[in-house]
């Protein structure tokens, strides 16, 4: 896959965004704690109510860009922590999908310069090859990315967001858009719940 700049506009990544941080529990005792942030900030403290462990619930799309409408659902377990004394995070994750278990990892990382996002996706069946980020930030309490990437040869537009956002779940969803943004097909969802952790 590769950027498609001069192509594709990517639609407004940079507008103006609100941090969303949620205080978690069973994450005392760690490092960096979040800070009240401004209603009108993004901040690196933005993505703090995914660390911890989780397991995710998928549904993806079987045929993308097909109009299809047949999706197969698995289950899958996520693990995040922070990362570059706080201004990045990790996670590590492990999908049961029908065609075989998979691990892949996320990376973010937050540019206090810009106050947004930037998130690879690295995947174990392919692990020289890395994804365009999508770049972004949060409003009101979603998160929203995109990237200018290919699938199978063709131009898209990839969207990522982030809802539903609470102490013990969110939402992922990826979508696609072959005219530079104007329609949209949502091709996979996780479902996050958050696993529990021990008390010392």
Request: neutral net charge; glycine residues 8%; contains cysteine.
């Amino acid at each position: 896959m590769r950027i498609f700049l001069d192509r594709y506009f990517v639609i407004p990544v940079l507008l103006g965004a609100a941090a969303f941080v949620v205080s978690t529990p069973g994450l005392r005792g760690r490092s960096l704690p979040p800070k009240p942030q401004s209603s009108n900030v993004s901040s690196e403290h933005d993505f703090d109510f995914l660390l911890g462990s989780w397991t995710v619930q998928h549904r993806r799309l079987k045929h993308r860009l097909a109009h299809s409408s047949e999706w197969e659902t698995f289950s899958g377990t996520c693990h995040t922590w922070r990362v570059l004394g706080g201004q990045a995070d990790i996670d590590d994750n492990f999908l049961q999908a029908p065609a075989g278990s998979y691990r892949a990892v996320t990376m973010r990382s937050f540019d206090p310069a810009t106050k947004t996002w930037a998130i690879w996706w690295l995947d174990s069946r392919y692990p020289h090859h890395l994804d365009p980020p999508v770049v972004g930030k949060f409003q009101d309490g979603v998160g929203t990315f995109f990237a200018n990437d290919t699938f199978n040869g063709r131009a898209v537009v990839v969207r990522f967001i982030w809802s539903e956002i609470t102490p013990e779940s969110a939402k992922w969803q990826q979508a696609f858009s072959e005219d530079g943004g104007k329609t949209w097909e949502t091709n996979w969802v996780m479902e996050f719940h958050r696993v529990a952790e021990p008390q010392s």
